[in-house]
């Protein structure tokens, strides 16, 4: 509010300050001018005033001062403090104060001698000269100087000299300007005083309107980063499941397609296209569920139906027997019999964890799934010797659409992770990722509260629902 009265009334207040400053400056140029003028008047009538031969060779008489005194009395000068006449060589002849007759401090001056050196007589106007009272320094240095050349019949040439006092003219500008200041700024106070509650009014209203256009624009910024970001993960979902679903179903349909002439399939040939199909068929299955499952923990349509698990190990070692590669060799070790938590939850994460370790290592890796307990807390421990998960992308690898740092030769549709972390999320634990002994990677999914002493006594509970 105050800005912007300042803004409205700093135009007034700087034209005060300029007439001010050009009412000092005319001033000031006006006294230069006069005492020029008056300088000029001088030398005239010095001019013409008749000093007779010798006047100016030696030391005056008392009657010749005296005559001095009287014809000097008659010059009419502006403002003139004090007179003082000059012999050639700089000793004072004549001087309105007899005491400075005879001084000889000018003997030398180098002005004296350029005037003196001239044709005709000349004028040269100096402003601050020393000698002046402390008060009158205070005050404005506004004493002027003047040297006039003055010549006898004889031929003979001296100087002149007058001084000028200009300070009342001064003090009449300091006067003028104080009260140009003052009515400047009286007009400016009510000025202030008007304009101050009508900038209050704008400057509120300027507020008000500035506050929401940033909010709308906040808001738009949100909702064209939500689209972006909508659209964005549409093309990701559909390239990468149309990715993920082909070759599966190109599996299953080329073995269906095999298997239906039988006469050019043995048995062995038979067994081994039913079990790619099935593996495949179950892979497709991984992947639906996945997508569903993601667009229900999104909307937090989902979450943890703990229940007491007993035979936990053949949960596991069934679970990893149908999503383990013929490539890979798929470990499992569990040391914990029974757990508190969501078996079908379990299930999903083993198999994401132990698909998403064999798509990312070379055929003949080893994956160790290991269930544990560490305390009251179940972990699920899955590592390979494979090349690992980079530092930079540990944390990324676990969002929704992430991908692994090599996706052309690893292809994967990036949501197995996101949901294996929304399942521990659900059970209030989380996921680490970091490196294992060998250098390969590691995921320690974490359950509280799901083992030991968290266990409640319930009736045995079959390992699937």
């Known amino acids: ?38 300088a000029l008047r001088v030398a005239a009538q010095a001019e013409q005033l008749v000093l007779e031969p010798g006047d100016l060779r030696g030391p005056l008489p008392d009657q010749r001062l005296a005559e001095l005194d009287a014809a000097l009395a008659t010059l009419s000068v502006r403002q003139v403090s004090e007179l003082k006449l000059y012999a050639p060589d700089g000793t004072v002849l004549w001087a309105a104060d007899r005491r400075d007759v005879g001084d000889t401090s000018h003997r030398g001056d180098e002005e004296f001698a350029r005037l003196l050196a001239g044709a005709q007589p000349s004028v040269s106007v100096r402003q601050g000269l020393s000698g002046i009272s402390a008060s009158t320094e205070r005050e404005g240095d506004q004493l002027y100087e003047t040297y006039a050349v003055v010549a006898t019949a004889d031929g003979t040439a001296g100087i002149f000299e007058i001084y000028q006092d200009y300070r009342p003219t001064v003090s009449l500008s300091n006067q003028l300007r104080s009260r140009i200041l003052a009515w400047s700024l009286l007009g400016l106070g009510l000025i202030f005083l008007t304009v101050l509650p009508v900038t209050h009014r704008m400057q509120g209203r300027l507020r008000r309107q500035r506050d929401e256009l940033h909010s709308r624009t906040a808001e738009l910024d949100a909702a064209l980063a939500r689209a972006r970001e909508a659209s964005q993960l549409k093309d990701t979902l559909l390239q990468a499941v149309s990715h993920e679903l082909r070759t599966p179903l190109a599996v299953v349909v080329g073995a269906m397609e095999t298997l239906e002439r039988p006469d050019l399939v043995d048995p062995a040939t038979r067994d081994l296209l039913v079990a790619r199909a099935a593996a495949q068929a179950r892979r497709l299955d991984r992947i639906f569920h996945d997508l569903l499952d993601v667009g229900r923990l999104e909307r937090g349509l989902t979450d943890a139906r703990r229940q007491v698990v007993h035979d ?41 964890l132990v698909a998403n370790a064999v798509r990312h290592t070379p055929p003949g890796c080893v994956v160790d799934v290991n269930v544990a307990a560490e305390g009251d807390d179940l972990m699920l421990i899955v590592e390979d010797d494979g090349p690992g998960i980079p530092i930079e992308d540990r944390t990324r690898v676990l969002e929704a659409f992430a991908r692994g740092p090599n996706p052309e030769h690893a292809p994967g549709t990036g949501i197995g992770l996101h949901v294996v972390a929304h399942f521990a999320s659900l059970h209030g634990g989380d996921v680490v990722v970091e490196s294992s002994a060998t250098g390969g990677a590691r995921l320690v999914v974490r359950f509280p509260d799901a083992a030991g002493a968290s266990v409640p006594t319930a009736p045995p509970t079959p390992a699937t629902n």
């Open 1 to 38: 509010m105050l800005s912007m009265a300042l803004r409205l009334v700093l135009p007034f207040l700087v034209a005060a300050l300029v007439m001010a400053l050009a009412v000092d400056s005319l001033v000031g140029d006006v006294s230069s001018a006069q005492a020029e003028q008056d």
């Open 312 to 352: 936990l190990d053949q949960l596991v070692d069934r679970t990893v027997r149908e999503v383990a590669a013929p490539e890979h060799q798929v470990r499992a070790t569990v040391s914990v019999s029974e757990a508190w938590l969501d078996p079908a939850q379990l299930e999903r994460c083993i198999e994401n």
